[in-house]
Every structure is written in structure tokens, then in C-alpha cells.
């Protein structure tokens, strides 16, 4: 029985932790690879192509666009970054769960695209432990950190729209739950129509 | 935050290790509580009362059946078993999920009547191995086991009524799978409504 892999997202506001989780959860399942963005902007010193991002140039980003091959995209700073749905349904069809860590906006074009993707929102225990967050492992200003906590605070209202919201209290317990969640989804009905198939008929 | 239990049916044909499968998850996650059958059939030597099943008069389980109190119940043998409705309701309540083992037309009943239950169908690996198994465990007859292979052909047509199908190939597997499904479960968004809510007024 091959199984096609989920693609799973996962998003949430800045400074919930996202980025840790993932790359825990990565190092925890075998089965998940995680879906690398493409951008028009230079590689930084060490990253790589294709392992941090797959750099392209504006002409072939835009080509990209025009012939619907991302799966979302956005402008920021006068560069390009997007979800190439090549590199994602390959990794799907070889059966990996594909996990896209994406802004709360992204996520929302994800799904409108992807309707079978699974997503999961990271949330902050409290409002006020976001903040001390925030400006833990930050240089910015308070006016900065206040724009993040609004905009936070606008996030949070997108949360409805997610399959399942996990809290980010103790990370090893969130790690725990994110990986329960992923392996339990493999196990949904529609998924193992084709096992029951099989089964009937042997 | 008072969270309400939810309740988890877990149910697949005779031979797939459903009893093994609950004892452990059982074992392993402190929030869950298997529900305690009634029954009007006697005690067996051992047997206690509230723990193995709460046994009932005959007039007793009827006056339950009149006032609804039963999620479902069914006769064999001329005595009655059931799920008495009031034991679910106060573990959910208390925050606990509530374990119920139960064949597999029971498990229509309770889909019928509890629309937000969560629902796990245990499946053999194969028709030859859960054939393999009865004859192992069973002192029956060739024909018995014939007709209970054939009941469980039967019944695998009902995989697909279930929210999640499991394969009970490795024990060990099958049990961190079902526990992965019941721990997802307490993340899903519309459970976590309260949670949000909370979120968004600090």
C-alpha cells in the first residue's frame, strides 16, 4: 500500500515559536521533510540552494506565477517568496508528510488551494507571555514590539479558521501534541480507504 | 480553562486485539477512563460490581431503557448490556475522556446518538492473519472460526463509518497510534474555542 503523504501547515503569530517546533519535530519523524520556499532574493553566507531556499531570478519567479505553480506567494522588501507545488507533490506522492511553516496570510491561501492540507495553529499561552517573548529575543523597540502584539492580537482571529490550535506553554509538551496530531491524521478514514480495499478483497 | 472529556469509541471485528489495545492506552494516558458496561447477567466469581460491569435487575435496566439512560444496549442470551448514559456524562464533564470498547453495531448506535464522539476502527493487518488469530487464541471449531472470519468480512464493511482506521499489525505501534488520535483530538479547533476566546479578551 503506498500512501500519499498530508501536507501539513503550520503557522501561527510571530514569536509563538513556530520555528522550534518544527525543527523538533523534524528531527522526531522520520516520515516529515519540510517544503522549501523559493525567493528572488540573494542567498545569505552559508545558506544554500535548494536546502534554505531555491533561489531564482525575478524572470523565472515570475514564470512560476504565471503558470500557477505556486501554491501561495508574496512581496516583501522588493523580493519574491513562494511555495513551489512541484517540489510539494513530489515529496507527497513519495509518501512524506510535507510540513510548509508559513505566515497566518499564507496559510489562508494554503487552504483555500489545498482543501485536504492539514493545518495547525500555534498559539502563545497568554497575550502578555507573547509580548515578554517578543521582547526577550528581540533588539527592537517598545513601539515595535507593541505593532507585533497587535498584530498578534488580529492573528488570533484567524485561529477559527485552522483544523486544530495547539498552545505553546511547555515546547516539549507542543512538540508532543504537533507529532500526535501528524500521525493521527494518517490514520483518518478517507486516507486508509485504500488498505479497507485491499483487505475486502484478500 | 475546564475542558470536556471526549468520548472515543473503539470497536473492529472479534480477533484484532481491540481489548489489548484499550488495557494499554489505558495504562499510558492518565486523562483517559474506560466507560463500565450494565448488565443484567450475574456476576462471575471475581467480578465487581461498578468495576467489571454495574449489574442491574432485569426491571432496573428497563426502567434505564424507558428513561433513555442507555447511549445503547442490545440482548444476548436473554440478559441485557448497555452504556448507561449518566457514568459518560459525568467523566466527560469532570475533563476525562471516556473509553468505550463496544462491537461494532453498538458503535452505530453511539455514532448515531453522540455525533461528536470519536470513532476508531481496529483492523487486522489481513483476513489471514485475524483468521491465524482466532484459531490461536480460540478452542472453537473449524466452523466457528469460519464464521467469525466471515462476520468480520462483514463487518470491515463498516471501516468507512469510523473517523480513524488503525491496522493492529505491531501491538506497540497500533497502541501509540490510538494514542496519537486521542491526544489530537483535544486540538481540534472547535474544541479549543474557549481556549481563543480567553486569548482574545487579555
Redesign the interface.
Known sequence: MKRKGNLIVISGPSGTGKGTIVKQILEKDDNLVISVSATTRSPRTGEQNGKDYHFLNKDDFKTMIENDGLLEYAEYCDNFYGTPKSVVEKALNNGNDVILEIEVQGAQKIREKCPDSVS??V??P???ELRARLKNRSTESDEVIDKRTAQA?VE??C?????????NDRLEKCV??V???I???????DR??S??KE??Q?
Do not use: C, H
Open positions: 495547525i495553529f498559539a502563545p497568554s497575550m502578555q492580537a488570533l482571529k485561529a477559527g479558521d485552522y483544523n486544530y490550535i495547539v498552545i508532543q501534541d507529532l500526535s496530531i500521525n493521527a491524521e494518517r490514520y483518518k478514514t486508509m480507504s488498505f479497507i483487505l475486502s484478500n
